[in-house]
C-alpha cells in the first residue's frame, strides 16, 4: 500500500527535500551490506577468544578453516538473497523487499549477539547475509527508479558512499568496544541501523515504475507529483508504458552474441572485484595488523583509518567519475592496487617487520585501498546498470550480483588457508598478480559509458559489438570530447 500523500502541489524545494530523503533511506541497505562487511574485522580478534574454534558440531577441524567459515556465512547468505532479490522484488514491490531485508538482517544480528556456540554464531551470519544480499540488490533498484532523471546518478552513487561509510562505521564500533573484548555488542549493534531502515521505509512511497506495472497508474502517477514538476509527469509514465511494453527478456536473452560481450564484461569485473583480494583487508584487517606488531586495541585503531580512506576516497570516486570518464579510473585504481599488493607482499616477506617495515605495511594497506574506492568499488556497480539493454538489465545485474558474492564468500573462505600454504606474502602477491590480469583485462575489453544515455550506449553495442570496428581500443560508448 502506498503511503498517502497530499494533493498540493510541492514546490521545486519540496521536491527535491523528499527525494534526498527517500534516496538517504534507501541508501542505508548500503550501510547495513558495509556494516557486516567491516564488523566482523574487529569481532574475530575476539570470538576466537570466547569460543574453541578447533571444534565444529563435534567434530576436529583446522581453527582456520573454522573462523574461514565465520567470515564466510554473510557470504553464503548474501548469494541466497542476491539470488532471490529480484524476483522478489518484482513480486513483492522494492519498498516492501527493503522492509523485509531489514527484518531479516535485524534478526540475524540479534542471533550474533546472543549466540551460545559458534554453530549459531554461523547461523547468524548467515541469516544477516540474506539481509545483505536483498539490500545490495534492491537498494540500487528502488533508488534508481524513483530519482529524477537529471539526479539519478549522483543519488545512485550515494549507495556506495554509505557502503563505505558503513564499513567504517563499523570500524569505530569495534574500536569502541575494544577495550573489553565485547564482540557481541560489535555485531548486535546492526540491529540499530536495520530498526531506522525499517521504521523511515514505513513512511516512503513504492517505486512508480513498480506500480505502473502492476496497473496502479494513479498510485504512479501520485509518486511521480512528489519527485517531478507537472509538465514531466505524462512524458515520463509514457516512457515507463513503452518500457514496460517492450521489457520481455528471458535468461535466455543473456547469450544473444551481441549481449555475450557484455555478459563477459559483467562477470569479469564482478570477479576481479573480489579476486583481487579487497574483502581480505575489510574482514581481517586487524588480523593482518595485528601481525605487524600492533596490539589487538591498535590494530582495530588503524583499520579505522584505512576506513576512513576508503570513505574519502570514494567520495572523490563520485566527484570524477562523470569527467573523467569510468575507463581512466578503472585502469588507474587497477594499477594502483597491483602495485600496493607488490610493496605489501615485500614487507611481509622482510625480516623485521614490527619496525619500519611495519608502518611500510600499513600504509600499503591504506593505498591499496585507495586505488580500490577510485576505481574497482564504484565504477564495476555503475558500469553494469549502464552496459546492458533494457529488456534484460535486471536479469543481468541479478546474475552479475550473485558472481560477485560468490567470489567474495570465496576469497573470505580461502585467505587464512592461502595464509597457511603461501605466507602472508605469498598470498598478497597472488592478489597482485589476479590485478595485473584484471587490469588487462579491463583496458581490452570494458567500454567507456561517459556521456552517453543508457539508449546511445545500447545502440552502439548493437552497432559495433564492444568497438570490434574501431581501431584504437574498445570504447564502445565514445564521447566527442
Not at 548467515?126 to 539481509?131: A, E, S
Not at 509518486?223 to 528471458?250: F, H, P
Not at 606488531?293 to 576506513?307: E, R, Y
Not at 533494457?390 to 545485474?397: C, L, V
Request: charged fraction near 15%; hydrophobic fraction near 50%.
Amino acid at each position: 500500500m502506498t503511503t498517502p500523500i497530499t494533493q498540493s502541489a510541492p514546490d521545486d524545494d519540496d521536491r527535491n527535500s523528499f527525494i534526498y530523503v527517500v534516496a538517504a533511506l534507501a541508501a542505508l541497505n548500503g550501510l547495513l551490506f558495509g556494516f557486516d562487511t567491516g564488523v566482523i574485522s574487529g569481532a574475530m580478534l575476539y570470538i576466537r577468544k570466547t569460543f574453541e574454534l578447533a571444534t565444529l558440531f563435534g567434530h576436529s577441524v583446522n581453527a582456520a578453516y573454522v573462523e574461514g567459515i565465520i567470515v564466510s556465512g554473510a557470504m553464503v547468505g548474501a548469494v541466497i538473497g542476491a539470488a532471490l532479490a529480484g524476483r522478489l522484488a518484482d513480486r513483492l514491490g522494492r519498498r516492501r523487499l527493503i522492509l523485509v531485508g531489514a527484518v531479516v538482517f535485524f534478526v540475524g544480528s540479534l542471533i550474533m549477539a546472543i549466540a551460545p556456540t559458534v554453530e549459531i554464531l554461523i547461523v547468524g551470519r548467515i541469516v544477516d547475509g540474506i539481509g545483505v544480499g536483498f539490500a545490495s540488490v534492491v537498494g540500487p533498484l528502488y533508488i534508481s527508479e524513483i530519482s529524477p532523471p537529471k539526479i539519478r546518478g549522483s543519488l545512485v552513487s550515494l549507495n556506495q558512499l554509505t557502503i563505505t561509510s558503513g564499513i567504517l562505521i563499523a570500524y569505530l564500533v569495534n574500536y569502541a568496544f575494544s577495550s573489553g573484548g565485547e564482540w557481541r555488542w560489535m555485531l548486535g549493534l546492526g540491529m540499530l541501523p536495520a530498526a531506522v531502515l525499517f521504521a523511515g521505509m514505513l513512511f516512503m512511497p513504492e517505486s512508480p515504475r513498480w506500480l505502473y506495472e502492476q496497473g496502479r497508474v494513479s498510485d504512479a502517477r501520485e509518486v511521480l507529483s512528489k519527485t517531478r514538476l507537472e509538465s514531466q509527469i505524462d512524458a515520463e509514465l509514457s516512457e515507463i508504458k513503452e518500457t514496460v511494453r517492450t521489457e520481455s527478456g528471458t535468461f535466455r536473452d543473456l547469450f544473444q552474441p551481441w549481449v555475450r560481450p557484455m555478459l563477459v564484461v559483467g562477470i569479469g569485473l564482478a570477479a576481479f572485484q573480489q579476486v583481487t583480494g579487497i574483502n581480505t583487508v575489510m574482514y581481517y584487517a586487524p588480523t593482518i595488523l595485528e601481525s605487524t606488531g600492533f596490539a589487538d586495541t591498535a590494530s582495530i585503531l588503524a583499520t579505522v583509518g584505512i576506513g576512513a580512506v576508503n570513505v574519502v576516497m570514494t567520495v572523490v570516486a563520485v566527484l570524477l567519475i562523470d569527467r573523467t570518464g569510468r575507463r581512466p579510473l578503472l585502469l588507474t585504481g587497477l594499477a594502483g592496487m597491483a602495485g600496493m599488493l607488490g610493496v605489501l607482499g615485500v614487507a611481509f616477506y622482510l625480516p623485521g617487520l614490527s619496525g619500519g617495515l611495519g608502518l611500510i605495511a600499513t600504509g600499503s594497506l591504506m593505498l591499496y585501498v585507495a586505488f580500490f574506492a577510485i576505481g574497482l568499488g564504484p565504477v564495476f556497480w555503475l558500469l553494469i546498470s549502464e552496459i546492458y539493454p533494457m529488456e534484460i538489465r535486471g536479469t543481468a545485474m541479478g546474475v552479475v550480483t550473485v558472481i560477485n558474492w560468490g567470489g567474495n564468500l570465496i576469497v573470505s573462505l580461502t585467505f587464512l588457508r592461502l595464509v597457511d600454504v603461501f605466507g602472508q606474502s605469498g598470498t598478497f602477491w597472488l592478489y597482485g598478480v589476479l590485478s595485473v590480469i584484471a587490469l588487462v583485462f579491463c583496458y581490452q575489453l570494458v567500454p567507456e559509458t561517459k556521456g552517453r544515455s543508457l539508449e546511445e550506449i545500447e545502440a552502439d553495442l548493437r552497432e559495433t559489438a564492444f568497438g570490434r570496428d574501431t581501431d584504437d581500443h574498445p570504447d564502445v560508448a565514445k564521447t566527442d570530447d
